[in-house]
Structures are given as C-alpha cells and as structure tokens.
C-alpha cells in the first residue's frame, strides 16, 4: 500500500500526418453514422474520398449503417455519431452497439470522430475507446477529436479523419486543433506546500476543514451508500469539522437479524460458497450479485459507525440514486431539515467485467447508466436548490481506467469518463466547484473491502500495481478539495499507473 500521487491530464504533441497520399490499407471500409451540426454531411465527403481509392464498402447511412452492411468482414471503419454539437443526443450507451458490432466483424482500423470539449454528446467516448485499444492491441482504435478551427465543417473534418486512417498505430486519442496533434497524457503534479497542512496521519484535517466551509452544522450528501471507498473518504471530514454526512443507497435498511448461514461466512469468498451452495442461483454473476446485497447491510453500519465514531453525525436512506424523482425528494427533505447541504459526493457504481467481444448491449447499459444516470441525478437535485443555498461543491468518484482504459471495462471506462462532462457541465451552470477524481485502486480495509478482489490484488502485485493506502486515500481527498485549483476539473489520485 502506499499514498497516492497526484496527476493530471495534459495534451503533448505527437508527429504530425506523414507525407503522401493516405492509405486506407484496402479495400472493406464502412462509413457508420453522419455528423451532426456544422459537421454534418461529413460522413458523404469521407465516403467519396475512400471510394475514390477503391476502399469503400459499405454507403454511410443516416443515423449509423450497421457492420453487416459492409458485406461482412471490415478492414475498417469510421464512426460519426458522436461528432456534433457538445449538447447533442448522448452517443453512449447506445453507441457501444456500433463499436462492439464493428471490432466484432473484424475491423482492423477504427476510429470514432468527437467534437472537442467535454459536452455530453461524446461524454465517456475517450474512456471506450481506450479499453477497446487494449483489447485489440494488433489493431488501430482510435478516437478522432476534432477542432472546428482545424477541421472546419464536414470537407474538413473527412479530410482529418482520412489522414488519422493513414497514420497506422499509436495513441488512442488524437486531438487535432490548429496548433498540431496532440495526445492526452498524464503528468504528475503535486499540490504543493500547502497539501503538508494538517489531512490525515499529520494531523486532523482543520485546515482543510476551514478551507472548505466545512464546520458542525455543515452537511454532505454523498451518493453511494457508505460501502466500498465511500466509507473511508467520508470520515476525515467528519473527523475535522464534526459535520452531518447523509449517506443515500439502494442498500435496504436492514429490518431484522441477519440470516445464520450468511453470518457465519468469514469472507467474501466464503459467502459466495454458501450461496452457491444453496441452489437459487443460476450463474456465479448471479451469486456474486447476492454476495454483494448480502455485505451491503454491514458495510452500511460499518461507515455510519465509523462517521459517528469520528465525531460526526451520520444517517442512511434507502434511495435507487438513479431515480432523478426520488433523489430530489430525499435533496429536498435533507435541505428543508438542516437548511443546507454543503457538499455532495458521488461516489456509486458497479462492475460488471467482460470484453467487448462477449459484453451485452444490456450490461453495457446498466454498468453505463449507474455512474451516469446517479451523475444527473444528483446534480440535478441540488441545482433545484434555491441559487445562494447550492452546494459549494461536487466531487465524482471516477476511476484510472477512465484515463489509460482497462481491459475488461469498457462500460466502467466510459461511465467514468463521462463524468467529467457532468461534472463541467454542472460547473457551468451554477458557478459552483465540480471535481472528478480518477481514482487508482484502494486497498481493503476494516471499513470496506477496497476496489479488487483477492485475486486480482495478487494479479496487481504480480505486475507491480501498487494500491492506494485507505486513510492516505481519504486524506488526500480531502486536501485536494482544500488547496486544489477550483477551475481544475478532473485529477487523477494513484499509488501506481497500470
């Protein structure tokens, strides 16, 4: 274990389009989808220009031809649906369908063309993409992010994405503005002398406390249920400013003992064998599902124990987050008991890990829409709140995977990724702080469990993977919400890179 380090996104320029004709590399290209907005009829232009070399199959159709209309295997593919104005129809989560259809039908070049800017029309497209790089590391996955300045409308931009065809492998997002191309790349940046000011082991967090507003009538509305890292993130500022944490969960309030032949299982491992055991389960997913709903219930006590142990006052309500209409309600009644919610953190989630070749459109969806949906939820709410009453921040818990992509997560990159749209998006309208931070993993610790399991801790420490220490965890949160620059709007917090 070991105390994270902080990093942040920044773009560094890469070789520009090599010299000569561009080589769509054969025949077998589709054209899937058209822009929208100033770039629509770019997927007409792009099509003309890879017929003209002999390389189109399939005729771009209007909101996206499917794969099989290029006659089956593909050599490649360009997708246009998530290129259009920032506030356009979100291309995720149905945009998976495209992407999983085309490197399923072979394609061995793919790119998907996005505006610039962090609006939701691409939101989590980076992420995606970037797990399905991984995943397809003999192939070129691509996102195309274009600027309207240096590809300007649909002649422009079919021009761009025909030299990103021709540049082969490498990253797998290419910016492409003005000034050259460029490539997100993380660089680590610390926080300065003023991150030594008192969080966590060197100290109790007053510092940080005040620098926040937080004291003991402030309140924290914190989505997520008190389970995973959520638990230890939420007792330093408890600890600090004595202050009142609402935790809301679909987790139920317990309403009686728990059932002997649960209880007597030592670990997560062991209450899987039980269930197992039992014969109500169709499938290990189902039974690893059970195991969750099981835990869910001490993990709950554990954090509000932990809160109220720390010198804080802390309460639990049963809300499905992803329901806009109940969490307003529970916004609503939190606001109109205490006259103000100082903060919010989203902090829910869930995985569900398979590749792209074998992940469901359905799972997809619920992985997606429990990080985004709860996003939108939340901030929603709190918007409703009268304006001088708002929270004065909102931080969302995203993941590393959304940075470097991950194997295996190409729902829970995306989903994380597109919380930084929400997130801004937020910012925008209220004036208020919004912060994504893209956590490395936790390790588990009598709280929580952390964010791996077992065998994939031993899998990361094969590899080097170091985890992030739980109370350094906390603790840097909670400095990064104190000294951090209010404009930044995403960081990523890891005790090790993949």
């Known amino acids: 274990?070991?105390?994270?380090?902080?990093?942040?996104?920044?773009?560094?320029?890469?070789?520009?389009?090599?010299?000569?004709?561009?080589?769509?590399?054969?025949?077998?290209?589709?054209?899937?989808?058209?822009?929208?907005?100033?770039?629509?009829?770019?997927?007409?232009?792009l099509a003309a220009m890879l017929d003209a070399q002999g390389a189109l199959r399939a005729e771009p159709g209007e909101g996206g031809a499917g794969p099989a209309a290029a006659g089956g295997a593909l050599n490649g593919a360009v997708v246009l649906d998530a290129l259009g104005e920032a506030e356009g129809p979100p291309f995720l989560p149905d945009g998976f369908d495209v992407v999983r259809a085309a490197l399923r039908a072979g394609a061995r070049r793919l790119y998907v063309a996005r505006e610039a800017g962090r609006g939701l029309r691409a939101a989590g497209v980076d992420g995606l993409v970037r797990s399905a790089a991984r995943e397809y590391p003999d192939s070129v996955v691509r996102c195309v992010v274009l600027d309207a300045g240096a590809a300007p409308g649909p002649e422009g931009a079919a021009e761009a994405l025909l030299e990103e065809v021709a540049e082969g492998g490498g990253e797998p997002v290419v910016v492409r503005t003005p000034a050259g191309r460029f490539a997100p790349v993380l660089v680590e940046a610390p926080l300065g002398p003023l991150a030594g000011r008192g969080a966590g082991p060197a100290g109790e967090g007053a510092a940080e406390a005040e620098a926040l507003g937080l004291d003991r009538d402030a309140v924290l509305v914190v989505a997520g249920g008190g389970r995973g890292i959520t638990a230890a993130c939420v007792v330093p500022p408890a600890a600090a400013a004595r202050c009142r944490v609402e935790l809301l969960g679909r987790t139920p309030v317990p309403a009686g003992p728990e059932d002997p032949l649960t209880a007597a299982a030592a670990d997560r491992a062991a209450l899987r064998g039980v269930l197992a055991r039992t014969g109500r389960y169709g499938s290990p997913a189902d039974v690893e599902r059970a195991a969750g709903l099981v835990l869910a219930g001490p993990e709950v006590a554990a954090a509000l124990d932990a809160v109220r142990a720390a010198g804080g006052r802390a309460r639990y309500r049963s809300v499905d987050c992803r329901d806009a209409a109940a969490v307003l309600q529970a916004v609503k009644e939190i606001h109109a008991e205490h006259g103000r919610i100082d903060g919010v953190v989203h902090a829910a989630g869930i995985v569900e890990d398979r590749l792209i070749a074998d992940k469901s459109p359905e799972s997809f969806r619920r992985v997606h829409g429990t990080k985004t949906q709860i996003a939108a939820a939340l901030l929603a709410a709190v918007e409703q709140l009268p304006e001088g009453e708002r929270p004065r921040f909102a931080v969302l818990f995203g993941?590393?995977?959304?940075?470097?992509?991950?194997?295996?997560?190409?729902?829970?990159?995306?989903?994380?990724?597109?919380?930084?749209?929400?997130?801004?998006?937020?910012?925008?309208?209220?004036?208020?702080?919004?912060?994504?931070?893209?956590?490395?993993?936790?390790?588990?610790?009598?709280?929580?469990?952390?964010?791996?399991?077992?065998?994939?801790?031993?899998?990361?420490?094969?590899?080097?993977?170091?985890?992030?220490?739980?109370?350094?965890?906390?603790?840097?949160?909670?400095?990064?919400?104190?000294?951090?620059?209010?404009?930044?709007?995403?960081?990523?917090?890891?005790?090790?890179?993949?």
């Open 399 to 498: 993941s590393i995977a959304a940075v470097l992509g991950n194997r295996g997560q190409s729902d829970y990159a995306a989903a994380n990724d597109a919380l930084e749209a929400y997130g801004a998006a937020w910012a925008a309208r209220t004036g208020r702080r919004a912060l994504t931070v893209h956590w490395g993993p936790w390790a588990p610790s009598p709280v929580h469990g952390g964010m791996v399991v077992p065998e994939l801790a031993r899998h990361y420490a094969r590899r080097g993977v170091r985890l992030i220490d739980p109370e350094e965890g906390a603790a840097a949160l909670l400095r990064e919400l104190a000294w951090g620059d209010p404009a930044e709007r995403a960081v990523v917090l890891t005790a090790s890179q993949w």
């Open 1 to 45: 274990m070991a105390a994270p380090r902080r990093y942040r996104v920044v773009q560094a320029e890469i070789a520009g389009s090599r010299p000569g004709p561009p080589d769509p590399d054969g025949t077998g290209w589709a054209v899937l989808g058209d822009g929208a907005g100033v770039w629509r009829g770019t997927a007409a232009r």
